[in-house]
């Protein structure tokens, strides 16, 4: 079956300090991945997504993330940490089927402090 | 361009009474995907249709849950019958294709309450 696991319930960060949030995948054939955040009583934003190709993909608001098919895994990063970067994080696996059926993770907390 | 928009933002119910969630996708978008986020938990898929077409209702329970997309007018989420269960926020997104590089874009969502 289909899955992604985020084992991270919470991240705390310092400001200005590199953060990571991590995420790991399973999946039967070719995986497409996407990270998502949302914010207190909002809808889900998108980040980053990787199809295909180079394994480091840039994103929206100055995040990152790596693609490693060996270990399975799709972690998020941002040098460095905003206060208002604090939000719930969703890491996201599109199970193919020629549709964008989206299994998500658990969620990661992130908070960031002055 | 307006995004997704939902509507009612948040609904109250007693148990028993029926909840009719809308969803409205972006302009130019006719898929439309219907996910469930419980309390603490990640988002769940539920339903997706096209225009007066459901594709994969796979997510959704079998009894007293139903969606449709019409031609014309919003997407609807239809729960009958509701249970204390169901409070959960409903999230819709759309998109412009059906394709897996076709980015979802996800409405502000319904907060369902039921008493």
């Known amino acids: 079956a289909q899955s992604v696991a985020q084992p991270e319930d919470q991240v705390n960060v310092a400001e200005g300090n590199p953060l990571t949030v991590k995420c790991t995948y399973s999946?039967?054939?070719?995986?497409?991945l996407f990270w998502y955040v949302q914010y207190p009583n909002r809808g889900l934003q998108f980040l980053l997504k990787?199809?295909?190709?180079?394994?480091l993909v840039k994103g929206s608001y100055g995040f990152e993330a790596e693609f490693n098919k060996s270990q399975t895994s799709f972690h998020l990063k941002k040098p460095s940490a905003l206060v208002s970067d604090s939000a719930l994080y969703f890491c996201?696996?599109?199970?193919?089927?020629?549709?964008?059926?989206?299994?998500f993770g658990a969620g990661t907390r992130l908070a960031v402090h002055p | 361009n307006a995004g997704v928009m939902q509507n009612p933002r948040h609904l109250v119910r007693r148990r028993g009474q029926e909840a009719r969630l809308r969803c409205s996708p972006m302009?130019?978008?006719?898929?439309v995907y219907w996910y469930r986020q419980l309390p603490e938990e990640g988002l769940k898929f539920m339903v997706y249709?096209?225009?007066?077409?459901?594709?994969?209702e796979s997510g959704m329970p079998k009894e007293r849950f139903s969606a449709e997309f019409p031609k014309e007018g919003p997407s609807i989420l239809r729960i009958q019958q509701v249970v204390r269960g169901d409070s959960a926020a409903y999230f819709c997104?759309?998109?412009?294709?059906?394709?897996?590089?076709?980015?979802?874009?996800f409405g502000p969502g319904t907060r369902l309450t039921v008493l």
């Open positions: 997104a759309s998109s412009q294709a059906r394709g897996v590089v076709d980015e979802q874009f």
């Open positions: 999946v039967s054939g070719n995986p497409y």
């Open positions: 990787y199809i295909t190709g180079d394994n």
């Open positions: 996201a696996v599109s199970v193919s089927g020629g549709y964008n059926k989206l299994i």
């Open positions: 302009k130019g978008h006719s898929h």
């Open positions: 249709l096209q225009k007066e077409n459901i594709i994969d």
